[in-house]
């Protein structure tokens, strides 16, 4: 190109000096020359300017490695997990992702993917799980569900103030682990004082809660230490108290740069403790009214989940709910017909034993001490009831029918609690609320359904079951007695004027 550049510049030169011409029209051919010649070198550079330096080699080679590793790690999560929410596969681009993920797959694990497709489709159901990792997850289950049994059995043997105790702390890690998902941790190492101020509204939340549900026991308790008494005389005054005194905290706490996080974490705190806390208290109620309270209603949202799972793992194939896809009808009825037949069965065997069924009027603190009492006749007293579609008689007691009614409940409204909870993880795209059973997950993940049946048995037992006038009777009785000499006088004066002028007693 240069020596074209050369000769055509001597030859324009030699041509205008011949012609006489100007010097211009000899550097035509130069000038267009000069112009072929600077595209081509421009083109090199362009060219020379996208070929990658070592830096840029270095930083794609670790870009392609982070890919790779990406990729090895959600085929390992692919082959393992299953996507349990409906909504994921409605979406196209959904489906466009999941094609993309299942080629990442060798031929083997497509081919046993290939073998629960269906269920896949429907959120993975029971019975369609390859049968390998359905026998290792029940056996997982089974062993830590005998576990939890056996611990619990054993509360129950140790008396009503143990299985308060129990209730209480069930509470406080459903508490903690609902906290938890909204907790930043970042935030609260910068907000010390609000991180303790969530527990310290929890245990104002108990010191009133449980003085409210169980006023008459700590009234007795009051009579027995003195040095409560105190306490239980201006329980009133020092709640609110307590409460003024978070408040203040609360207050001091405020940072404004975490304005917004610090009153969505009050919120969020105060929610979980009228959910979770304030239940678990009503469940304690239960317990000093009679174990079997307690203990039936309990045992009923357990046998009620272990057949509904049981049912779901051989005979599952239509899903219930898109909340929880691997619930299905199938486990849903089986689960509910047993656990009817189980509350009257179990019902039949608890009512036989003081133990369960005596109040436990006073807060006693030994293990091992069984209350003793005259049962009362919802326990004794058996009547007759016939069932309209066969004409069968069968005698029950009121507490088998009070047992058919908890039965009904656990098996068709508490599974909902359940429902609810699985829809919160939806929210928050999360598996377990914890992992502190395993096989089952946190401790909320177990006892969703707990929480539901426990407030339930708390209404259904002070509207239709103790709201009797023995019991008011007995209760007036004993408030009357707590009053000193000269307001017991004045009370008997104004009940004997008060005879006297309906003619009930004489003038």
């Given at each position: 190109?240069?020596?074209?550049?050369?000769?055509?510049?001597?030859?324009?030169?030699?041509?205008?000096?011949?012609?006489?011409?100007?010097?211009?029209?000899?550097?035509?051919?130069?000038?267009?020359?000069?112009?072929?010649?600077?595209?081509?070198?421009?083109?090199?550079?362009?060219?020379?300017?996208?070929?990658?330096?070592?830096?840029?080699?270095?930083?794609?080679?670790?870009?392609?490695?982070?890919?790779?590793?990406?990729?090895?790690?959600?085929?390992d999560l692919l082959s393992q997990t299953e996507p349990d929410d409906d909504s994921e596969w409605d979406s196209s681009a959904a489906r466009e992702r999941t094609v993309q993920k299942h080629e990442l797959l060798t031929k083997e694990e497509r081919d046993e993917r290939a073998a629960s497709a269906a269920g896949t489709a429907t959120g993975q159901l029971s019975a369609d799980k390859p049968m390998a990792s359905k026998m290792k997850n029940l056996k997982v289950r089974t062993f830590w569900a005998v576990i939890m049994?056996?611990?619990?059995?054993?509360?129950?043997?140790?008396?009503?103030?143990?299985?308060?105790?129990?209730?209480?702390?069930?509470?406080?890690?459903?508490?903690?682990?609902?906290?938890?998902?909204?907790?930043?941790?970042?935030?609260?190492?910068?907000?010390?004082?609000?991180?303790?101020?969530?527990?310290?509204?929890?245990?104002?939340?108990?010191?009133?809660?449980?003085?409210?549900?169980?006023?008459?026991?700590?009234?007795?308790?009051?009579?027995?230490?003195?040095?409560?008494?105190?306490?239980?005389?201006?329980?009133?005054?020092?709640?609110?108290?307590?409460?003024?005194?978070?408040?203040?905290?609360?207050?001091?706490?405020?940072?404004?740069?975490?304005?917004?996080?610090?009153?969505?974490?009050?919120?969020?705190?105060?929610?979980?403790?009228?959910?979770?806390?304030?239940?678990?208290?009503?469940?304690?109620?239960?317990?000093?009214?009679?174990?079997?309270?307690?203990?039936?209603?309990?045992?009923?949202?357990?046998?009620?989940?272990?057949?509904?799972?049981?049912?779901?793992?051989?005979?599952?194939?239509?899903?219930?709910?898109?909340?929880?896809?691997?619930?299905?009808?199938?486990?849903?009825?089986?689960?509910?017909?047993?656990?009817?037949?189980?509350?009257?069965?179990?019902?039949?065997?608890?009512?036989?034993?003081?133990?369960?069924?005596?109040?436990?009027?006073?807060?006693?603190?030994?293990?091992?001490?069984?209350?003793?009492?005259?049962?009362?006749?919802?326990?004794?007293?058996?009547?007759?009831?016939?069932?309209?579609?066969?004409?069968?008689?069968?005698?029950?007691?009121?507490?088998?029918?009070?047992?058919?009614?908890?039965?009904?409940?656990?098996?068709?409204?508490?599974?909902?609690?359940?429902?609810?909870?699985?829809?919160?993880?939806?929210?928050?795209?999360?598996?377990?609320?914890?992992?502190?059973?395993?096989?089952?997950?946190?401790?909320?993940?177990?006892?969703d359904c707990q929480v539901v049946m426990g407030m339930f048995t708390y209404v259904y037992l002070t509207n239709f079951v103790v709201a009797d006038s023995a019991a008011a009777f007995t209760n007036l009785l004993e408030k009357v007695m707590q009053l000193s000499d000269s307001e017991q006088l004045q009370l008997y004066e104004l009940l004997r004027d008060g005879l006297k002028s309906r003619g009930v007693l004489e003038a």
């Open positions: 190109m240069i020596i074209e550049l050369c000769v055509g510049l001597i030859v324009g030169i030699a041509v205008g000096t011949y012609k006489g011409d100007t010097f211009r029209p000899c550097f035509d051919p130069c000038i267009e020359g000069t112009k072929t010649m600077k595209d081509k070198v421009v083109g090199k550079v362009q060219h020379w300017n996208k070929m990658p330096s070592k830096k840029q080699q270095s930083a794609v080679e670790e870009a392609s490695s982070l890919r790779q590793r990406r990729v090895s790690t959600e085929r049994i056996s611990g619990f059995m054993l509360v129950v043997a140790m008396g009503h103030f143990y299985c308060s105790l129990l209730v209480l702390g069930i509470a406080a890690g459903m508490f903690q682990e609902i906290c938890m998902l909204k907790r930043n941790k970042e935030k609260d190492l910068q907000l010390p004082l609000f991180y303790s101020l969530r527990w310290y509204l929890f245990f104002v939340t108990v010191f009133i809660g449980y003085k409210r549900f169980m006023t008459d026991r700590f009234d007795r308790l009051a009579m027995v230490y003195p040095s409560i008494h105190f306490i239980v005389k201006y329980h009133g005054v020092i709640s609110y108290t307590l409460l003024i005194i978070g408040l203040v905290a609360f207050v001091l706490s405020l940072r404004k740069y975490t304005l917004r996080y610090q009153f969505g974490q009050l919120a969020w705190t105060i929610v979980t403790l009228v959910i979770v806390v304030v239940q678990g208290i009503a469940m304690t109620a239960n317990i000093y009214n009679g174990l079997i309270w307690f203990f039936l209603p309990t045992s009923l949202v357990i046998v009620n989940d272990i057949f509904a799972y049981l049912f779901g793992f051989f005979f599952g194939h239509h899903p219930l709910i898109k909340l929880s896809p691997k619930k299905t009808w199938e486990g849903f009825i089986g689960g509910s017909f047993a656990t009817m037949i189980f509350a009257i069965i179990w019902c039949s065997f608890l009512q036989k034993y003081e133990y369960f069924t005596c109040k436990q009027e006073e807060i006693v603190f030994k293990p091992f001490v069984y209350p003793h009492c005259t049962p009362d006749e919802i326990y004794t007293v058996f009547r007759t009831y016939t069932i309209p579609p066969f004409g069968i008689e069968v005698q029950l007691t009121d507490m088998q029918i009070h047992a058919l009614v908890l039965g009904i409940f656990a098996s068709l409204v508490a599974p909902f609690g359940g429902f609810l909870a699985s829809g919160f993880k939806r929210a928050f795209k999360i598996k377990d609320f914890g992992d502190s059973i395993p096989g089952h997950g946190g401790l909320t993940d177990r006892f």
